[in-house]
């Protein structure tokens, strides 16, 4: 498959050579496929905003955009089908359930370095504090939609359930209390926590540490901040007694019995007042509750790591006709604080208003989207932090909050590393199969004999060849930090 997307790349720069596009070349608009990735792709007024985005970027750069949906749980599949067809499209996420490192392997992205240097001006400045994650073996293939990256691990509930039941809730809660916390509203007949049907690694939930892949396929750094080894988090004592506690949890009761059935929506089950809380990821912006009714403790210290920068970025597909056409418009989103909030929050009046007596905040309560139907970017935030609006109840104190979250961060000891897999595809593609048919029961707590399967993924994982890939990636890392002169 990368051969074949090689080629066309080839093809494409003997037709349009860099640094001129279709539309400076003839005078014609060129056009660009852009993927939005969300749950609900048949919002209502995705058209609109396409039509809004294109009345800024027609005549700033010549540029008409199409947004093109797509379900996040088709999002890797939809992407490779795309490129190796050749479909159309241009910009497409990276991270979000397909990691950086394995889309660079697999040839579908192109190198971004000097399309940055000639028009992403914008996006460098923005980008600069991250710009280091952003590389695999030197050179740029994505970048970050959050250059703000810090995030520690945390778990969202509802406060009225905690203040009925006399659970108190505070940071750095362990799962012995998260569990107390469970046998308490088992006699409610509300269960403790879900995490879904998934092949997550959702140990990152309650525990940070850096992934290499997008559930440590390649391995993973235990405490980043003060650790530099690599290892196979799988075959550690740490994941498999967070294992036997998931386990332990099903049996107890705390978690719902059916989990592994598609038609079970943790965010139902936690709206009715059925589940008690949600583990999380948290970014700043995430700080908030969603409403005075929803609370959150954090279960860590924010950390700005390889995998934060990782999780949610942009790139520019091996396939696509013009690069420069689309460089101008993720430049354009940086630069042009109307655009970005137009691709964040929908046209205001209609998606959103400004909250009374704020400059910056807003919300859709009283709107035609205050269910979420007609527009909301779910798995992306597009721009630079400083310039977006932000919603209720964050408040104007949000930008210093971002600015003090982001400095009193711990930084991984790996940061600005990232592994270059490219000689080890076919493992990784079998290392990605075996974690799709693990994870899942195991996250549920439905796995009977916790060791039995644990001693079964890591046998199946070590004749994939994972032992192999993680010396590879110990040897390149070690080279890198000799460079930085980190220990």
């Known amino acids: ?39 609900n792709i048949e919002q209502t007024g995705i058209q609109d905003v396409e039509d ?33 067809g050749g479909e159309k499209i241009d910009i497409v996420n990276v991270g979000l359930t397909h990691d950086i490192t394995t889309m660079v392997s697999d040839g579908f992205l192109l190198p971004l370095d000097e399309l940055l240097q000639e028009r992403g001006s914008a996006v460098l400045q923005a980008t600069e504090k991250v710009s280091p994650a952003q590389k695999i073996g030197g050179i740029t293939y994505a970048i970050s939609q959050y250059p703000y990256a810090a995030r520690c691990t945390g778990f969202r509930y509802n406060k009225k359930l905690a203040e009925e039941n006399g659970i108190e809730m505070h940071d750095g809660m362990t799962l012995k209390e998260l569990e107390e916390a469970g046998k308490i509203l088992k006699n409610r007949n509300v269960y403790l926590t879900s995490l879904g049907l998934s092949a997550e690694l959702t140990y990152q939930f309650f525990c940070p540490f850096e992934a290499f892949g997008a559930a440590a396929n390649y391995g993973a750094i235990l405490d980043p901040a003060e650790n530099s080894r690599i290892i196979n988090i799988y075959a550690s004592e740490e994941l498999r007694e967070y294992y036997r506690t998931i386990r332990k949890w099903f049996e107890e009761g705390y978690l719902p019995e059916n989990q592994m059935l598609n038609e079970v929506s943790v965010i139902r089950l936690f709206n009715e007042r ?17 409403d005075q009714d929803i609370g959150l403790i954090l279960l860590s210290d924010p950390m700005i790591t390889n995998s934060s920068v990782h999780e949610f970025m942009l790139g520019i597909a091996s396939t696509c006709q013009n690069p420069e056409a689309a460089m101008d418009f993720i430049n354009l989103i940086y630069e042009n604080a109307d655009l970005a909030n137009l691709l964040n929050y929908g046209i205001e009046g209609v998606d959103y208003i400004p909250v009374p007596g704020t400059e910056h905040v807003i919300t859709t309560v009283g709107t035609a989207n205050e269910d979420g139907s007609r527009y909301g970017s779910g798995f992306s935030r597009f721009g630079d932090p400083m310039m977006l609006y932000v919603k209720e109840p964050l408040t104007d104190d949000y930008f210093d909050d971002l600015a003090a979250w982001e400095t009193n961060a711990r930084t991984s000891l790996s940061f600005g590393y990232s592994f270059d897999a490219e000689a080890f595809s076919v493992e990784a593609r079998n290392i990605a199969r075996i974690l799709d048919e693990y994870l899942p029961i195991l996250n549920v707590g439905m796995a009977q004999d916790v060791d039995a399967e644990m001693d079964a993924l890591v046998a199946a994982l070590q004749d994939a060849g994972i032992d192999k890939i993680i010396a590879a990636n110990n040897e390149q890392l070690q080279e890198y930090l000799q460079t930085k002169k980190v220990p």
Do not use: W
């Open 274 to 290: 059925r589940l008690f809380g949600i583990p999380t990821n948290v970014a700043a912006n995430q700080m908030a509750g969603a």
């Open 1 to 39: 498959m990368k051969k074949t997307i090689l080629l066309l790349i080839v093809l494409s720069l003997i037709i349009f050579p860099a640094g001129l596009s279709r539309a400076q070349g003839s005078g014609e608009i060129c056009e660009i496929y852009f993927q939005y990735t969300n749950i």
């Open 52 to 84: 809004a985005v294109n009345e800024i970027c027609i005549p700033a750069i010549g540029v008409k955009v199409h947004i093109t949906p797509v379900f996040i749980g088709d999002l890797p599949s939809e992407t490779a089908y795309a490129i190796a």
